[in-house]
């Protein structure tokens, strides 16, 4: 059967019997034919000049190597339809440069255009990552500078671009503290984390063979020093937190942990997720971090990527610098160079120095807001999110008293009263062309709905998301059947979330 046939096959097989529901949507939505269904034999999309043996005449010009012939019915096209199937199936996406992505602790802001059209000059984007450095010393002075100036923003003394994403700077400023507790002689083996981590922390704990300790969040939703005191021994490595932390609240006893850390040996790791609430407001290291990890896709507008490539720096201060990743970059003579002679580095994190093409994103974001500017951008997003928490406060209130800042946690009675949930509203606001916060998270609150518009949303954007996250609460009152099963307008509607995620597809295998 061929793989055409077989795919419509399994869409037929996917249609409920009579009487019975379809939990899960079929393979194509419907009108829309699989990419295999358009396939005609001989069609090709790139005319390699030899005619009606042009598939011949490919093997031959591109060699056996670029030519695969191991895929049993791959689907012959023209150019426009390949085109036209991956730009249908990029309108499916819902992306911040669409829509209103509220997604709380990700800080899905606008990545501006300049940033990708300086990513793409040619001396940039056509640069091999191989280049010696003699060769491209503008690349290299553009790290330099970029480490330079997230030291500042940090106030941290040195940076590196190594970590490809947030979880693999946290890795390497634990492996750090870890390499230094060597350094002297005894590694100290548990790591304190409060109890409304983000799930990144405790796994990186783990990895770098460190014990997670949980510390309890007070009251009032913020660590107090007396329980970091509590927990506090000569086994303890250090205490790693976000701040704000992942109620939206600024820790304020963060620097009487800090000197009780210090006390007794051990450092402060933070967490720099949220950084977009203190750029130009507040630094880490006068905290009294010894390390601090930044997400470059949060905070500084570079691309999420869907995995990847991304970027998450580590800053440290003075006492740690010699165990930063290698190879560092040095100017000696007036040339740049790669210093890898770096005895008590914890190694090579990735390839090559980094994913150049984001490092050049933010810096350009960097450059284009200045000092001012970003400081301006974290004032407004603290502003954005206060206005959203106070105009939903009646149906939505707030999981805290206390004032937050960049992102606010709301919570709803709504379960209790109709039976809808958190997700229920989730998937309602998606029919609204609107992306869902991030709900359930942080852990601590009872169906948490974890919002963060940023500073780059508009008054007329906030409004409309306020409007129809009320009109939802109405409906849910008035018809809780239709609410629970929303999405009405998508392509796909519910899925079956706990299968996907405990079996995942992730090749479709038509054999």
């Excluded at 709380?104 to 940033?115: A, E, W």
């Excluded at 941290?156 to 970590?163: G, I, K, Q, T």
């Excluded at 992306?435 to 954007?461: D, K, Q, R, W």
């Amino acid at each position: 059967m061929a793989t055409a046939d077989r795919l419509k096959a399994a869409r037929a097989d996917q249609k409920p019997a009579a009487g019975e529901t379809q939990s899960a949507p079929p393979i194509a939505a419907s009108g829309v034919a699989l990419i295999f269904e358009e396939s005609s034999p001989g069609r090709r999309g790139v005319d390699s000049g030899g005619g009606a043996d042009s598939a011949k005449h490919a093997l031959e010009l591109l060699g056996d190597d670029l030519c695969r012939t191991d895929i049993e019915g791959f689907p012959e096209l023209s150019e426009p339809q390949v085109l036209r199937h991956f730009l249908r199936l990029s309108q499916l996406n819902f992306g911040q440069a669409l829509q209103f992505y509220p997604l709380g602790s990700c800080t899905m802001k606008y990545n501006p255009v300049l940033n990708d059209e300086m990513a793409a000059l040619p001396g940039f984007a056509s640069l091999h990552p191989a280049t010696p450095p003699h060769l491209a010393p503008g690349a290299l002075e553009l790290i330099a500078r970029m480490e330079a100036a997230l030291a500042e923003i940090t106030g941290m003394d040195a940076v590196s671009l190594a970590p490809a994403a947030g979880a693999q700077g946290e890795l390497a400023g634990l492996l750090m503290i870890r390499a230094w507790e060597e350094k002297r002689g005894k590694v100290r083996r548990k790591v304190i984390i409060p109890d409304t981590a983000h799930g990144t922390n405790p796994a990186s704990c783990t990895l770098a063979g460190f014990e997670v300790v949980v510390a309890r969040s007070g009251p009032r939703g913020y660590l107090e020093a007396a329980e970091i005191r509590r927990l506090l021994s000569d086994d303890v490595a250090a205490l790693m937190v976000t701040n704000p932390n992942t109620l939206g609240m600024f820790e304020p006893e963060i620097q009487e942990i800090a000197a009780a850390l210090h006390e007794r040996g051990a450092m402060l790791y933070l967490d720099g997720a949220n950084m977009n609430a203190l750029l130009g407001v507040a630094k880490p290291g006068d905290m009294g971090a010894d390390i601090v990890h930044l997400n470059l896709h949060k905070t500084f507008s570079t691309p999420h990527g869907g995995g990847g490539p991304g970027a998450g720096p580590v800053a440290v201060k003075r006492h740690l610098e010699p165990f930063l990743p290698h190879p560092r970059i040095v100017k000696r003579a007036d040339q740049w160079e790669f210093d890898r002679d770096r005895p008590d580095s914890i190694g090579r994190l990735r390839s090559f120095h980094g994913n150049f093409g984001m490092l050049v994103r933010a810096y350009t974001y960097i450059l284009a807001m200045g000092g001012d500017g970003l400081a301006q951008a974290s004032r407004h997003a603290i502003l954005n999110a206060a206005y959203v928490r106070k105009r939903l406060e009646a149906h939505f209130p707030s999981a805290t008293r206390e004032p937050t800042m960049h992102e606010c946690v709301l919570t709803h009675d709504l379960d209790t009263r109709t039976g809808v949930s958190t997700l229920d509203l989730a998937k309602r606001l998606l029919d609204f062309g609107m992306h869902p916060p991030t709900i359930y998270f942080p852990l601590v609150v009872h169906g948490a709905l974890m919002i963060e518009p940023t500073e780059t949303e508009s008054l007329e954007t906030l409004e409309s998301f306020i409007e129809t996250m009320e009109r939802i609460y109405a409906e849910a009152l008035e018809d809780p059947a239709m609410v629970k099963a929303a999405p009405h307008s998508l392509k796909l509607r519910r899925i079956d979330e706990v299968t996907a995620a405990r079996r995942p597809v992730l090749r479709w295998n038509a054999r």
